[in-house]
């Protein structure tokens, strides 16, 4: 099987009721879908993805009238959150109902529920009947995709339609929250930035920066979105040590002086941080085809979706 790249959702949806997976496009990175109400389409996904069963899975809505279909007595500050923000790159934990199946949230009792911001993407799970089981479209803890080309790369051998929506808005994936008492709890930073958040929820909000390699929330592995070469911190780096090592360079916004440019790719000559997170893993996929042996990564600044990139950067270092 190699799989067909293309814009017909009427032919995803053909897929999806007949259980098999498809890539599909979403404003923060593509995602891999199936019927979440089925365990068998579910089952599919974990191993497409070779996706260890503890790490739980989004569920993907296209109405607001959903979320009662699949969650139990939704709190009142989380529904407002959905108003807010979807569709968007927020992903909110709740009380599940029986229908989602334990498969899915990985015997949790809350199950993530988000609305993607894609054209196609909403049309298709209008054209459907239930909700998509999607984590992002990559082999476990390597880098998210956000390009069709990147989902084909290195799962079209396993899936049969990758629904091409073009390269994803945002690039990162989608921030967590769900409620812990009367506090929100921030399980993933992500797409959608802390500040937006406080302008909606003017409780206490907590952020999780949990790193562990066996997470509260899972998914949230100290190792992962992570390129097969040996990652280091920009910080470290030394012209004198490291002038006769194979490296590359992740930068934010200039080059590195003595190091050839093919070698480097800048996130953003601007400085952006939206268009650096864009950017991310497209570039760290390219390094990482590179003939070189390590890379040594810079960090952005703390502010905005700097927090959810930097998340990110810090996940792929080596022996962190
Ligand atoms: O932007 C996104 O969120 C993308 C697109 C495709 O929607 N999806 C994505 O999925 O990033 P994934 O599986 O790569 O990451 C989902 C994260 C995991 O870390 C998982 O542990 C967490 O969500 N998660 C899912 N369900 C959960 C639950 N019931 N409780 C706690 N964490 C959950
Ligand atoms: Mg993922």
């Not at 053909?14 to 995602?31: F, K, Q, R």
């Not at 979807?86 to 990985?106: A, E, H, M, N, R």
Request: charged share 20%; net charge negative.
């Amino acid at each position: 099987m190699s799989a067909i790249i293309g814009q017909d959702i009427k032919k995803a949806a053909h897929y999806l009721n007949s259980n098999d997976v498809v890539a599909i496009p979403t404003e923060t990175v593509y995602g891999l879908a199936a019927n979440a109400l089925d365990i068998n389409a579910v089952t599919k996904i974990f191993e497409v993805k070779n996706r260890p069963y503890f790490d739980p899975l989004i569920v993907h809505i296209s109405a607001l009238n959903e979320i009662n279909k699949y969650a139990k007595t939704p709190h009142p500050e989380l529904i407002k959150l959905a108003e807010a923000f979807w569709p968007g790159p927020l992903t909110i934990l709740f009380d599940k109902k029986d229908v989602i199946p334990d498969l899915v949230t990985s015997g949790l009792s809350r199950v993530a529920l988000r609305m993607p911001n894609h054209e196609l993407t909403l049309q298709l799970l209008q054209n459907i009947d239930f909700p998509l089981a999607a984590p992002s479209a990559n082999p476990f803890s390597y880098v998210s995709p956000t390009c069709a080309q990147h989902v084909h790369d290195q799962l079209g051998e396993k899936i049969p339609y990758i629904l091409d929506g073009g390269a994803c808005d945002i690039g990162l994936e989608s921030s967590i929250v769900g409620m812990e008492g009367e506090n929100l709890m921030i399980y993933r930073k992500g797409g959608l930035e802390i500040e937006r958040i406080r302008e909606i929820f003017k409780g206490k909000i907590i952020v999780n920066d949990n790193s562990s390699s066996s997470p509260a929330a899972p998914g949230m592995l100290k190792k992962h979105y992570s390129p097969n070469k040996i990652m280091l911190d920009y910080k470290d780096y030394n012209p004198m040590i490291h002038q006769f090592d194979n490296i590359g360079f992740l930068k934010f916004s200039e080059y590195e002086k003595n190091i050839n440019s093919e070698q480097q790719i800048i996130l953003s000559e601007n400085a952006n941080l939206s268009e650096a997170a864009q950017r991310l893993f497209g570039a760290l996929r390219s390094l990482d085809k590179l003939d070189i042996d390590t890379i040594f990564i810079e960090f952005v600044p703390e502010i905005g979706l700097g927090l959810a990139i930097n998340d990110r950067l810090k996940r792929t270092l080596t022996d962190h």
